[in-house]
């Protein structure tokens, strides 16, 4: 099975802007959390879709969304982009999410960087 | 919240020396996985732990999960070079939906 893919890897933009990164889980998972990893904080928690519906939110601002597909692809947007959201962006694919006690299968991560 | 601590941040050993690493929650955990992160890449799941008291072996890998289920530890036994990387555990609460990470203990291996 191919494993979890994300796009883009690389992403340089400017303060203000807004970014969009898409991740496609292990063929069968229903369930995408997303990440956010820095170096000071660890991986922190953005949120996790399953079945297209949005089942638990870390506490990130509302500048963060996301969607999923009935692919079970799913996309997450940064609008009003800071210099803080420079990071890791990890997007993890689980067959029933992380309440079942799945193991998460982590993609590669985008690397975005704000200027 | 539920909070998962994880210690230490960092560890520097000599090959064939042994690592322990630490996690503690705030609150029950229902279960606690095991995750690896080289350097440069993502984490990759080791194991979970879902009994009280549970011990897990992979090789010279040794989990355990406490009695009460609020910690847990990784202890490596004659550490190599191939695992240098950064090991984070996560634990899910008895009342949550979404794993808590810990911060990871960063293990650096010198021949």
Redesign the interface.
Known sequence: KAGVTQTPRYLIKTRGQQVTLSCSPISGHRSVSWYQQTPGQGLQFLFEYFSETQRNKGNFPGRFSGRQFSNSRSEMNVSTLELGDSALYLCASSLLGQASYNEQFFGPGTRLTVL | GQQVMQIPQYQHVQEGEDFTTYCNSSTTL??I?W?KQRPG?????LI?L?KSGEVKKQKRLTFQFGEAKKNSSLHITATQTTDVGTY?C?G?SDS?????????TSLLVTP
Not at chain 2, 41 to 45: A, E, I, S, Y
Not at chain 2, 99 to 104: I, T, Y
Request: hydrophobic share 40%.
């Open positions: 229902s279960n996985q995750y890449g993502h984490p990759v799941f979970q879902v984070f996560a899910l949550g939906y979404a794993l808590n990470f810990g911060k990871g």
